[in-house]
T-cell receptor, first 111, second 114 residues
Framework: LAKTTQPISMDSYEGQEVNITCSHN???????ITWYQQFPSQGPRFIIQ???TKVTNEVASLFIPADRKSSTLSLPRVSLSDTAVYYC????????????FGRGTSLIVHP | NAGVTQTPKFQVLKTGQSMTLQCAQD?????MYWYRQDPGMGLRLIYY???????DKGEVPNGYNVSRLNKREFSLRLESAAPSQTSVYFC?????????????FGPGTRLTVL
């Protein structure tokens, strides 16, 4: 399983763009990168998944360089409600995937 | 669709008591998972079921047993609860079709063992 490394915590202010980077140096050829968001007292919620280059949805963008050894979750114009823990997971799609959550990145958005 | 449901939401046990945490999903997903989350920590995988009829140990299986009752239901049993099992327990499921690794989580069960 590819090990991931993320910053333990980050601070931002309302209206700013936040970029959270995840390192996964031993990512395998068939691995996908998936990000989750978790609010206190709730289960994690899927944000975005990608394999290479850039993926964008209504919530976030995911940037993956050509070597795929890292990825960056980009949250545009954050608000107080984006205060949460963000997890980066790496693994193969399909039957052999065993999700492994690290400690994630605690993002605090200030007024 | 209700998604992933868990019962109970809260539970207090005494050391040595047993209980079963129930999880059900109505999305026809093949794989189901049980995690525990301790304060300030990430989720740790207890057991998982890749498909109906199969179960496997995760990172922290000691003190737990599971049953994949059918495609919808995956229960977690504590045979003799210990204070170290005080935690929040989350159940999750994944479709296991195509290239989508999106996990759907239940609301969690907050368990306290005295």
């Amino acid at each position: 399983l590819a090990k991931t490394t993320q910053p333990i915590s980050m601070d931002s202010y309302e209206g700013q763009e936040v970029n959270i980077t995840c390192s996964h140096n031993n990512i395998a050829t068939n691995d996908y990168i998936t990000w989750y968001q978790q609010f206190p007292s709730q289960g994690p919620r899927f944000i975005i998944q990608g394999y290479k280059t850039k993926v964008t949805n209504e919530v976030a963008s995911l940037f993956i360089p050509a070597d795929r050894k890292s990825s960056t979750l980009s949250l545009p114009r954050v608000s107080l409600s984006d205060t949460a823990v963000y997890y980066c997971l790496v693994g193969p799609a399909g039957g052999s995937y065993i999700p492994t959550f690290g400690r994630g990145t605690s993002l605090i958005v200030h007024p | 669709n209700a998604g992933v449901t868990q019962t109970p939401k809260f539970q207090v046990l005494k050391t040595g008591q047993s209980m079963t945490l129930q999880c059900a999903q109505d999305m026809n997903h093949n794989s189901m998972y049980w995690y525990r989350q301790d304060p300030g920590m990430g989720l740790r995988l207890i057991y998982y079921s890749a498909s109906e009829g199969t179960t496997d140990k995760g990172e922290v299986p000691n003190g737990y047993n599971v049953s994949r009752l059918n495609k919808r239901e995956f229960s977690l049993r504590l045979e003799s609860a210990a204070p170290s099992q005080t935690s929040v327990y989350f159940c999750a499921s994944i479709p296991r079709t195509g290239m989508n690794n999106e996990q759907f989580f239940g609301p969690g069960t907050r368990l306290t063992v005295l």
